[in-house]
């Protein structure tokens, strides 16, 4: 089993490579941006939320 530090290494990695360089022209766009970026904000907290309940020994 992969480390926790290294799955997430990888689910930021995939994150950057599939999300291009987006230029907020009309609204529709800087919209998707900030949902782009809320949603992967909460993939990172709940991916902390995890490696510090597993380091805890709450898992």
């Known amino acids: 089993m992969t ?3 290294t799955q ?4 930021l990695m995939s994150l950057l490579l599939v999300v291009p360089v987006v230029e907020a022209v009309e609204a529709g ?3 998707a941006l900030l949902l782009g970026v809320v949603l992967s904000v909460t ?3 709940a991916c902390l939320g995890i490696y510090a309940r597993k ?5």
């Open 43 to 45: 993939g990172i907290c």
């Open 29 to 31: 766009d800087a919209i």
């Open 8 to 11: 997430l290494s990888l689910v």
């Open 3 to 5: 480390s926790v530090s």
């Open 55 to 59: 380091r805890n020994g709450q898992m």
